[in-house]
């Protein structure tokens, strides 16, 4: 179908899409809202983001699709998914407000936003479809370029300063107040002290040994091993080799050559 009758139309191929890809979308930005995790919060919107661009792509908007992923979802999206991992975050960190009254503050914007997104949506009237086709004569780019810097520029400008507001607002709210002065160097050994427990450094792998393997647990000072000197997980697979008995006999065989090397030698000696 083409001509006018083409954008008052929709292929039953573009509904499928619209209303399966649309219902994913929603209960993305659903889950980002209320997901407890931060993390699995990030996720949620990342794809909603990829739906967005799909939708783009869909409508013949590559350059902005293109954008979605490249910056928003690639970019963007996962610096705060990498930020959010590095800092953990958690839901308890949530229920602390260092400003307060800032969730009632936040329900009051939230609602004046909503009034003039519905006062704006109500308001619109569209008399014609001009189709994909006029809209992207001189190119995607150029079409978008000239939406955004003339008919558009004023509300751009302010999506803009809205987001600098948004990126201050988030560091605001995500300083933590230190509720306890932090320790000294002295008061932590003190407590280390007092506790009684590993105060000199343990041994490494294989010391004692003869050699210096990770899966051979080191010798105390009376020859026992110390499993404090192997890895946890070696431990529980049960791929540590016990030595201790082997290395003690092969030791005091070592000594007993030595002496027995060193009396010949002196009794050579004697005898020149």
């Excluded at 809202?33 to 409508?59: D, E, P, Q």
């Excluded at 008061?187 to 210096?212: F, M, S």
Aim: with cysteine; aromatic share 8%; hydrophobic share 50%.
């Amino acid at each position: 179908m083409s001509g006018p009758l083409a954008a008052y139309s929709t292929s039953t191929g573009e509904a499928f899409q619209f209303w399966v890809l649309g219902t994913i979308a929603v209960i993305g930005a659903l889950c980002t809202v209320f997901m407890k995790k931060a993390v699995h919060s990030a996720l949620c919107l990342a794809g909603t983001m990829i739906i967005l661009a799909v939708f783009y792509l869909a409508n013949g908007a590559y350059f902005l699709g293109i954008v979605q992923i490249v910056v928003y979802t690639g970019a963007i999206m996962m610096l705060f998914l990498f930020v959010v991992m590095l800092v953990g975050v958690t839901a308890a960190d949530s229920l602390k407000e260092t400003i307060k009254g800032q969730r009632w503050l936040a329900l009051l914007c939230g609602l004046g936003f909503a009034v003039l997104l519905f006062a704006g949506i109500g308001n619109a009237s569209l008399s014609e479809f001009n189709g994909l086709a006029q809209a992207n004569a001189n190119g995607n780019v150029e079409g978008l370029a000239a939406l955004l810097f003339t008919k558009y520029v004023f509300a751009f400008e302010i999506t803009g300063a809205l987001l600098i507001t948004a990126a201050v607002g988030a560091m605001v709210l995500t300083h933590r107040e230190r509720t306890e002065r932090a320790k000294t160097q002295r008061e932590l050994a003190e407590e280390r002290v007092r506790k009684g427990t590993h105060l000199p450094p343990l041994p490494a792998p294989g010391v004692y040994a003869r050699h210096n393997a990770v899966d051979i647990a080191g010798l105390l000072p009376d020859g026992t091993p110390s499993e404090l000197t192997v890895s946890k997980t070696l431990r529980e697979r049960g791929q540590i080799r016990d030595v201790s008995t082997e290395a003690i006999n092969d030791l005091k065989a070592l000594e007993q050559r030595a002496e027995e090397r060193l009396q010949r030698t002196n009794s050579g000696e004697a005898a020149k």
